[in-house]
């Protein structure tokens, strides 16, 4: 019992969190305590636990199935955004080590998204961003269904979407640029909040793309005296940093 206290207090703080690591590398009954603390009610146990369990990941693929199904079940619950992001990663690192076994998945994680609360749209959120960022080639008729989102009467649906595309932009604009037309199309958008995202996320595609960059300058050029306050501050944000790296400034 003092031991199971010790643990929990020492997952709870975070203090001595590489000792909790190094004894689970090598105690699996050490490990089978972290893994039953991942249903505990306090957050910050579980964002803890799952850090050492994905320590330990890369060498128990006996393991991998088993969390897999317990990831599902944490990012329907998790109300924390550290939890969420910490469970984002787990995903990540299986993406890396178990690429097979996530792909399976990955279409309920997108499920999830689509059909699920605010909650649970905002965690897929982060699950399926991570996974572009790992190992893009993962996502399928996710791709597809990026490209409905960008078209979607929601606004969260083209904001989710317009996150999506940065993060998928991390492994090169060969997964971007199928989707070019429609981003500048959402630069004359009906919603501001949409209009000022799609100059974010133009303008990061420019900054670290020199034969897009150009276009983009041009794309924002065109829709400079949009009325917004919000559009407008992000078109000369954005306008003045292309400009500097055009030059070479």
């Known amino acids: 019992m003092d031991e199971e206290f010790d643990l929990r207090e020492a997952l709870a703080t975070g203090e001595g969190l590489q000792e909790v690591i190094a004894r689970a590398t090598v105690n699996k009954e050490f490990l089978k305590e972290v893994i039953e603390l991942l249903d505990d009610d306090l957050w910050t146990v579980q964002k803890n636990a799952l850090r050492v369990v994905v320590e330990v990941l890369r ?17 329907r619950k998790s109300e924390a955004v550290p939890l969420t992001q910490e469970i984002a990663r787990a995903f990540g690192v ?6 097979g076994k996530v792909a399976k998945i990955v279409p309920v994680i997108f499920a999830n998204y689509r059909v699920g609360d605010p909650k649970i749209k905002v965690n897929a959120t982060y699950v399926l961003e991570e996974i572009m960022r790992v190992r893009p080639s993962l996502l399928g008729n996710v791709f597809r269904d990026i490209g409905f989102m960008l ?3 929601e606004t969260s649906d083209k904001l989710a979407a317009l996150n999506f595309i940065l993060a998928l932009s991390e492994n090169g604009m060969k997964y971007v640029t199928p989707f070019l037309p429609k981003l500048f199309a959402l630069l004359h958008d009906k919603n501001e909040l949409v209009r000022a995202s799609a100059v974010e996320t133009l303008v990061a595609l420019g900054e670290t793309n020199e034969k897009l960059r150009k276009i983009v300058m041009s794309k924002l050029e065109e829709v400079k005296d949009d009325r917004s306050e ?15 790296l055009d030059r070479g400034v």
């Open 230 to 244: 919000l559009v407008q501050k992000k078109l000369k944000e954005g306008l003045s940093r292309l400009i500097i």
């Open 94 to 99: 299986l993406a890396e080590i178990a690429p």
């Open 59 to 75: 060498d128990m693929p006996e393991l991998h199935d088993s969390l897999i199904t317990k990831l599902m079940v944490m990012l």
């Open 151 to 153: 078209t979607s009467k």
